[in-house]
Nanobody, 128 residues
Framework: QVRLVESGGGLVQPGGSLTLSCAAS????????MAWVRQAPGKGLEWVSE????????GYVDSVKGRFTISRDNGKNRVYLQMNNLKPEDTAVYYC?????????????????????WGQGTQVTVSS
């Protein structure tokens, strides 16, 4: 069975940093792109970032470019999201999600997400 387990969320002040981690199992991790998607309170899902199967290609939503970095370790079946200079508008539940493809997409502002497996989410709260 596919399992994605996020960790690393918490409460942080604006300008602070957090690193999220996602442990994956139940599928051939190195063959699939992975993503981070978030949901702010009362809002819909927002695609944040994606990394291709090999880890060499990444994409980000404009609002986090230059602040967030996605990475993966295929030997450990883990994907990470390093978040720097956090802002209150980053407050959301962050989900790790598996893509049904090896390559990334970054045009989700106009298309429904295709990710087929999701973790339980981890809460990130940015507040002073």
């Amino acid at each position: 069975q596919v399992r994605l387990v996020e960790s690393g969320g918490g409460l942080v002040q604006p300008g602070g940093s957090l690193t999220l981690s996602c442990a994956a199992s139940g599928f051939h991790f190195r063959n699939y792109a992975m993503a981070w998607v978030r949901q702010a309170p009362g809002k819909g899902l927002e695609w944040v970032s994606e990394i291709n199967s090999g880890g060499g290609i990444t994409g980000y939503v404009d609002s986090v470019k230059g602040r967030f970095t996605i990475s993966r370790d295929n030997g450990k079946n883990r994907v990470y999201l390093q978040m720097n200079n956090l802002k209150p508008e980053d407050t959301a539940v962050y989900y790790c999600a598996k893509a049904p493809r090896a390559f990334i997409r970054a045009d989700w502002d106009s298309l429904p997400l295709d990710h087929d497996f999701w973790g339980q989410g981890t809460q990130v709260t940015v507040s002073s």
